[in-house]
Structures are given as structure tokens and as C-alpha cells.
């Protein structure tokens, strides 16, 4: 049976689902503000969603992604601490799509459009609290782990 990935928003985890059985269990940071679809409102989309794009395969951990394209950058310690305020997107990109029409597809509620994607992060401290600005950040050992077992057309399910 295919792997899903089920993002809990309250717990802060994604875990990927294969069958009935949870195979792995990874702490996560979702929006630190919250849950919602709007385009703009730096929340983590809820609902029904699929893997629509991975990017990074073969990049080192700690590669930075600008644009969804690699710039050639190494995000070292000194280099966040020089630029903590940065959103910095590491490692892969899982990007999602909305597959909930007016919830979380089309319009100004579109995942895909609002650039939502599990991706690394340098602020491994605050993986497990609710920091992001939408998207579902991950240590990137974890998000590499991650990419290499799910497939264009995953399922992904984020719930509160």
C-alpha cells in the first residue's frame, strides 16, 4: 500500500502512514500563527492535499533553496545566526497541493498558489513549536528521510 502523510497542527508531528500503521513519527513546526487557507495570513492550510512537486533530490543538507531552486548556498550555524529573521528553505521540498475546491484549492485559498511545502529549516530548536510562516518545517536529516519514501501524488492530510 502507497505511504500518506497526516500532519497534526496540535501535537506539532508528521507521520507517515503506510497501511493502518504509523511507520514513522517526526516532530515538526507548523505557522506560528495558526491554521487557516487565506493566501497571505501565514497560517498552514488544513484539509486534503497531494505532493505535487520534489525538489532537491541529491542536494546536501543544509542546501538553500531560493525560489525552489538551489542557490549554491551551505546554511552554516553563523550564516542563521547572521540572518535569523530569513526564511530560509533547506535540504527538499515536498511541495503541497489543495485537492478541496474552496478550501484549499483555487482562488485566494489555493496551497499550491501560497507556496506551501514541507521543506528543512535551520531553527532545529524550534522544531516542535509552532514557528513557521505556513509551511511544515522539518529538521533536515528528517525531511531528507521523508523525501526518499513518498512519491509525486503522496497523500497529505494536515489537521488541527
Given at each position: 500500500?502507497?505511504?500518506?502523510?497526516?500532519?497534526?497542527?496540535?501535537?506539532?508531528?508528521?507521520?507517515?502512514?503506510?497501511?493502518?500503521?504509523?511507520?514513522?513519527?517526526?516532530?515538526?513546526?507548523?505557522?506560528?500563527?495558526g491554521?487557516?487557507?487565506?493566501?497571505?495570513?501565514?497560517?498552514?492550510?488544513?484539509?486534503?492535499?497531494?505532493?505535487?512537486?520534489?525538489?532537491?533530490?541529491?542536494?546536501?543538507?543544509?542546501?538553500?533553496?531560493?525560489?525552489?531552486?538551489?542557490?549554491?548556498?551551505?546554511?552554516?550555524?553563523?550564516?542563521?545566526?547572521?540572518?535569523?529573521?530569513?526564511?530560509?528553505?533547506?535540504?527538499?521540498?515536498?511541495?503541497?497541493?489543495?485537492?478541496?475546491?474552496?478550501r484549499?484549492?483555487?482562488?485566494?485559498?489555493?496551497?499550491?498558489?501560497?507556496?506551501i511545502?514541507?521543506?528543512?529549516?535551520?531553527?532545529?530548536?524550534?522544531?516542535?513549536?509552532?514557528?513557521s510562516?505556513?509551511?511544515?518545517?522539518?529538521?533536515?536529516?528528517?525531511?531528507?528521510?521523508?523525501?526518499?519514501?513518498?512519491?509525486?501524488?503522496?497523500?497529505?492530510?494536515?489537521?488541527?
Amino acid at each position: 500500500m502507497e505511504p500518506r502523510i497526516r500532519v497534526c497542527l496540535a501535537e506539532q508531528v508528521l507521520e507517515l502512514i503506510e497501511g493502518d500503521s504509523v511507520r514513522e513519527r517526526w516532530p515538526i513546526s507548523t505557522a506560528a500563527r495558526g491554521a487557516g487557507e487565506q493566501e497571505g495570513s501565514e497560517q498552514t492550510p488544513r484539509g486534503r492535499h497531494r505532493v505535487c512537486q520534489k525538489i532537491g533530490e541529491g542536494a546536501p543538507e543544509g542546501a538553500v533553496f531560493v525560489g525552489r531552486e538551489p542557490t549554491g548556498e551551505q546554511c552554516t550555524p553563523a550564516r542563521f545566526a547572521a540572518e535569523p529573521e530569513r526564511d530560509w528553505i533547506l535540504t527538499r521540498i515536498l511541495w503541497l497541493e489543495g485537492l478541496e475546491q474552496g478550501r484549499n484549492r483555487g482562488g485566494e485559498v489555493d496551497t499550491k498558489r501560497r507556496f506551501i511545502y514541507i521543506h528543512g529549516s535551520p531553527d532545529e530548536d524550534r522544531i516542535g513549536a509552532a514557528a513557521s510562516h505556513g509551511c511544515i518545517r522539518m529538521r533536515n536529516a528528517d525531511v531528507a528521510a521523508l523525501f526518499e519514501r513518498v512519491d509525486i501524488g503522496t497523500p497529505v492530510e494536515i489537521v488541527d
